[in-house]
């Protein structure tokens, strides 16, 4: 659905985006993270077409964002980190003036709008003027305009800035159900939120590449082994002894003694190897009950600040993870002129920039 290949953006002798390459199949969500300067807003701004790039091609649904922009902005809805709204009109004006620039049909349009509102949760602002809603209503509107005429692909850029935390879960679950018709690449800050909604991870800096791949997998690269937290109630030696036999076992760290009587400790294995059931059976063999077991991969934070703290440094990737970075300049900020991605105006603007 979206091909991206050997995209370069430079700015004089810097490099924003560093020769950067992937693909985001349909129906999939794709976690775009990096630090701040990173790369990603600029990233997201050539793929909806608003800013050119120096070398490379975005490909969306087969039509080439450069070659064929009108057809490729009809199938892209974007929402910017700042959302492009007119402080004047009530949601609902907008809502339709968004619809009027991505040329919705009329017969489709207010049943189209009264549906988008249900689904971002401001049908009861609908009249509102938007200057008087609160933050986390405007970021709501603004993913409602990306919403407008249901496109292929939705880009959403930090979608729950400013929202509270049953309106992020609500986000959440509306993102999950949108993913079913849509692709969609999610930049976020909240690493957790991406972790939990997103099926695969990529993080750059510097505009490179750096790593992609599923969450899960992300934590077993990078960490390098498997480990699992144990909690059990029986002697060190007899613990010792339950656990030798088992051969994917490569390291055990004992941590502490509780005062009931209980050990806790950490077993290693192999990034491949699932040793739970072993160490179940071994340890209720030797009567050593297992009070508590629980997997230690690294987590998403530890994992970005893993991969965007090495720099500089020549250290080399594990499993074919790419540690390489470049110069960068601090990302752009995103115009109002996302909204109108299919108007000829805007086509008119961006061949000028070329």
């Known amino acids: ?39 990603k807003s600029t990233t997201m701004n050539i793929i909806t077409g ?46 339709n003036f968004v619809a009027d620039l991505k040329l919705v049909k009329r017969s489709e349009k207010s049943k189209m709008i009264h549906k988008i509102m249900g689904m971002a949760k401001i049908t009861d602002v609908s009249e509102r003027l938007i200057k008087q809603l609160s933050k986390g209503y405007k970021q709501r509107v603004g993913l409602a305009q990306a919403m407008v005429g249901f496109p292929d692909v939705l880009i959403l850029d930090e979608p729950t800035v400013g929202l509270d935390p049953m309106q992020i879960i609500e986000i959440r679950d509306l993102i999950k159900k949108l993913s079913k018709e849509h692709t969609i690449i999610l930049s ?44 059990i109630k029986g002697t060190r030696e007899k613990i010792n002894e339950a656990l030798s036999d088992i051969e994917d076992i490569t390291k055990i760290e004992y941590e502490t003694r509780t005062q009931d009587g209980t050990i806790k400790l950490t077993a290693y294995c192999n990034e491949d190897s699932d040793i739970r059931e072993a160490v179940f059976y071994a340890l209720c063999d030797a009567k050593c009950p297992i009070l508590n077991m629980q997997s230690s991969n690294m987590s998403l934070e530890d994992i970005f600040l893993e991969v965007t703290q090495t720099r500089g440094k020549n250290k080399q990737a594990k499993a074919g993870v790419r540690k390489k970075f470049m110069p960068a300049k601090p990302e752009e900020e995103t115009p109002l002129a996302g909204v109108a991605a299919n108007t000829q105006n805007q086509e008119n603007d961006n061949e000028e920039e070329n």
Do not use: W
């Open 1 to 39: 659905m979206i091909e991206v290949k050997n995209l370069v953006k430079k700015y004089g002798d810097h490099l924003a985006v560093d020769n950067l390459s992937f693909t985001v199949e349909k129906g999939q969500i794709l976690g775009f993270l990096g630090p701040n300067g990173a790369g």
């Open 50 to 95: 608003y800013i050119s790039a120096t070398e490379g091609s975005v490909v969306i649904d087969g039509h080439d964002i450069f070659d064929e922009p009108e057809e490729a902005k009809k199938r892209i809805g974007y929402l910017p980190e700042l959302p492009p709204l007119y402080q004047d009109m009530t949601v609902r004006e907008y809502l």
């Open 188 to 231: 976020s800050h909240i690493l957790s939120e991406v972790s939990a909604i997103c099926d695969t991870v990529m993080i750059i800096n510097k505009g490179k590449l750096i790593v992609s791949d599923t969450p899960d997998n992300l934590s077993k690269h990078i960490g390098g082994s498997n480990g699992l937290h144990l909690l």
